[in-house]
């Protein structure tokens, strides 16, 4: 019996000393300091203007029109935290709406990106827990899952994706770099976790009209300078030339994560929630262990025609696209690659 003792003795002090590590996959949702104005165009420029100006202390608040990070840990391996960004100043954002009229076709240019770093992701992410600016999604993934997540951003790293920081309309599965929300998913749609229902929440949907938005041909009727002035119209009749764009919005992912926790008992099974160390919100746990880990390859074109897709739009970053590329995305790859959708 004493032996039996001591053993249970020094399995609970190992199970102490050593923190348990598991395989998780967790997906970090920043909302603005103020939601976003999306009634008409000329209120979401005012309103990002407004919240770009937001400090938390005497810092500029990071993620003025609200963002999404990741966190991958797999087994032992120290957590890697990743999250695209623009690798412009704010001064060149500034030239682009002051002196070249630029203002909604930001939604479509590709620009240079970068990943946060580590540093600047962790160093900022108790102090914006513990102000309620954060919500968390935490994935519990087995092996298999881990790798092939582990193997895809090592891959989108080799490939350059970083270095493209995406427009609204830019998907990373294929090639074309990507915004903070279409990354963040992208993990979730490599391991086959991106039901419908999650699509649909998270996602916004936008009638632009043609005449707001600058090509190569004309500048937009309205520029930045127009809209801080109060100009302002609607969003595109069915009538009018428009453009749908379909983007996840991380507003919306901050959101659903609230819904979610506010209905704990109509949870789905594989579904819980548990204490979030230094956050005034509880974190929302998804445990996907039981699902198969898919095998099929992550994007869309094989390497030959995905380096020359990703050299392509590294090449044409910051450049305003032509009316033919803004009201259909799809001919200019498949003229350069013979890739049509």
């Known amino acids: 019996m004493r032996g039996f003792l001591k053993g249970v003795f020094l399995v ?26 999306w009634s008409t165009p000329g209120s979401l420029v005012r309103s990002t203007f407004k919240n770009l100006k937001f400090k938390v202390g005497n810092h500029p608040y990071p993620h003025g029109i609200s963002h999404v990070n990741v966190r991958l840990q797999c087994g032992k391996n ?59 999604l935490k994935v519990l993934l087995n092996d298999s899952q881990c790798a092939r997540a582990e193997r895809y951003l090592s891959m989108y790293e080799d490939l350059g994706l970083q270095h493209i920081y995406g427009g609204l309309r830019s998907l990373p599965l294929q090639g074309e770099g990507a915004g903070c929300a279409a990354f963040a998913v992208s993990f979730l749609q490599i391991l086959d976790l991106f039901p419908v229902e999650i699509d649909e929440y998270w996602k916004r949907r936008l009638y632009v009209p043609l005449e707001i938005l600058s090509t190569q041909e004309r500048k937009a009727r309205i520029g930045a300078i127009g809209y801080m002035r109060g100009i302002d119209r609607s969003w595109a009749l069915p009538s009018e030339k428009h453009i749908v764009l379909d983007f996840w919005d991380p507003e919306k992912m901050f959101q659903w994560q609230a819904h979610m926790l506010s209905r704990k ?77």
């Open 78 to 136: 120290s957590s890697v935290y990743r999250g695209m960004t623009s690798k412009k100043s704010n001064f060149s954002y500034a030239w682009d709406f002051l002196i070249e009229g630029k203002a909604l076709d930001t939604f479509l240019i590709n620009v240079k990106g970068r990943f946060y770093t580590e540093q600047e992701i962790r160093s900022w992410l108790p102090i914006l827990k513990s102000k309620g600016y954060v919500r968390t």
């Open 265 to 341: 008992r109509q949870l789905p099974a594989y579904m819980s929630w548990e204490k979030d160390p230094g956050n005034i919100f509880e974190r929302l746990v998804w445990d996907a262990r039981n699902y198969l880990t898919p095998t099929t390859y992550f994007f869309q074109y094989r390497r030959g025609v995905l380096e020359k897709t990703v050299n392509y739009h590294i090449k044409n970053r910051e450049r305003l696209l032509t009316r033919e590329e803004v009201l259909d995305r799809s001919s200019q790859e498949c003229r350069n690659f013979s890739v049509c959708r």
């Open 12 to 37: 609970t002090t190992l199970l102490l000393t050593f923190p348990a590590f598991g395989n998780e996959l967790e997906l970090i949702f920043y909302r603005a300091p103020s939601p976003l104005n």
